[in-house]
């Protein structure tokens, strides 16, 4: 006679324990998908904030790994247990049939109520989900966490025999796609006006790492400089005269800079002696701070920081006058154009009624990109002139007309080899026309 396996657990018992377990199925399959969807940098804030379970979620991401085997081994073994008992159970009172009803009833249960509904909850409000069940999460990790640790270590094993990379580590490139993934998704809901010119400053944030002061500078054909060999009284003429506060001041040729005059400096000065003729220009001036063209924005703006200066001189790699930079060019390319009446963009560009624009040649690429929302490419020049002569190739006779990046480009008038005005027909206008 075959000996009797069958398993005899009463009704009223079996049904409380697969309910039991249907509830702790639940709760371990929420943990999950709360530990893995959770915002490492909102739990970082909050926790900084003094936030006692948002520091408990950040020491569960920290170890994410074992925090998530130990919930998926709980979860599976709970599982497990809640169908061999409903089986059990269900062939004791069916026989055989037993076997497929239980695995309906149980497969029905586990997956709309142990898994479904949680981690849709989980999925929706990750971050509070997980903040609610942090310290609970702790306790599970400090009863399994011996077992997940050696299912982790076996993990990591056949992993590595796959030649599959287990390093949570990120380097710089990752995590600056990961910021400007998160930036790119900012304020895609509705009712949020402010979105695009917020998300436009956080991507000029990150690309102060990746551009140069070369990028933003006044060229030195649209600086005013001073001839410190100059009388005093012509001096202050040209300062008085001059669109800046800043003045380089050069002795003899134009790359030879000796100094910057500061325009209230002077005028002291001025005062203080009673006439023009009586103040020396060298007396006045503060020693230049050259820069090379090369350096980096982010860089610029903490030697801003550092310095307490505005102003710096931009020379290439032979020492040559290149331009000048300030404080103000920097902060414009984060915040966008600070017009006031002196800059390029009112100045250099007046739009016709035809939709096409009189553009100065030196206005730069960057500021129409920001005014009229182009995609001009600011690589290959910095002013619009510089961008027709790199695509033409040549110095375009008045007159000529070229196209390229959608856009059409007129010539209309030159100074010497310079192109020193010219009108351009932007895609939309061109397609109105």
């Not at 500078?217 to 506060?245: C, E, F, K, W, Y």
Request: overall charge negative; aromatic content about 6%; glycine content about 8%.
């Amino acid at each position: 006679m075959e000996p009797d396996l069958q398993l005899d657990v009463p009704l009223y018992v079996a049904g409380p324990l697969v309910l039991f377990c249907l509830l702790l199925a639940a709760y371990l399959s929420a943990a999950e998908t709360a530990i893995t969807g959770a915002s490492r940098q909102r739990m970082h804030r909050l926790a900084q904030q003094g936030n006692k379970r948002a520091a408990l979620v950040n020491g569960l991401l920290d170890r994410k790994d074992e925090t998530v085997s130990a919930v998926l081994l709980g979860n599976n073994v709970v599982n497990i247990f809640s169908a061999s008992l409903t089986t059990a159970v269900l062939t004791a009172l069916f026989g055989a049939a037993g076997v497929v009803y239980a695995t309906i009833a149980i497969g029905v249960l586990v997956v709309i109520f142990a898994e479904v509904m949680p981690k849709t909850w989980a999925l929706l409000r990750a971050d509070r989900v997980a903040l609610i069940l942090a310290p609970s999460i702790v306790i599970t990790l400090a009863v399994l966490g011996p077992m997940a640790r050696g299912v982790a270590w076996i993990s990591r094993f056949f992993l590595g025999l796959m030649r599959v990379q287990t390093d949570l580590t990120h380097d710089a490139s990752e995590q600056n796609e990961l910021l400007r993934g998160a930036i790119e998704m900012h304020g895609q809901g509705e009712g949020d006006g402010d979105a695009p010119h917020e998300k436009e400053m956080l991507r000029s944030v990150l690309e102060l790492g990746d551009r140069t002061v070369g990028d933003v500078m006044t060229h030195r054909g649209n600086v005013v400089l001073i001839d410190a060999d100059q009388p005093t009284d012509d001096i202050v003429s040209q300062v008085l005269a001059a669109p800046n506060t800043r003045i380089p001041v050069y002795r003899s040729q134009p790359d030879n800079i000796v100094g910057v005059v500061h325009a209230k400096d002077l005028f002291r000065a001025v005062k203080a002696a009673g006439s023009p003729e009586a103040v020396k220009i060298d007396e006045v001036m503060t020693p230049p701070w050259f820069i090379p063209e090369s350096t980096i924005l982010f860089d610029q703006l903490q030697a801003f920081r550092a310095r307490h200066e505005h102003f710096a001189i931009v020379v290439d790699e032979y020492g040559a006058l290149r331009g000048i930079v300030t404080l103000e060019d920097i902060i414009e390319e984060i915040v966008g154009d600070i017009e006031d009446e002196h800059d390029a963009i009112k100045r250099g560009v007046v739009r016709r009624d035809d939709g096409s624009m009189i553009c100065q040649g030196d206005v730069p690429i960057r500021d129409l990109n920001r005014e009229f929302g182009w995609n001009l490419p600011q690589d290959v020049a910095i002013t619009i002139a510089g961008l027709v002569l790199h695509e033409a190739r040549r110095i375009p006779e008045v007159g000529q007309m070229y196209a390229f990046y959608g856009f059409r480009f007129e010539i209309l008038k030159r100074e010497g080899t310079r192109i020193a005005e010219l009108r351009i027909v932007p895609p939309a206008a061109i397609q109105a026309g």
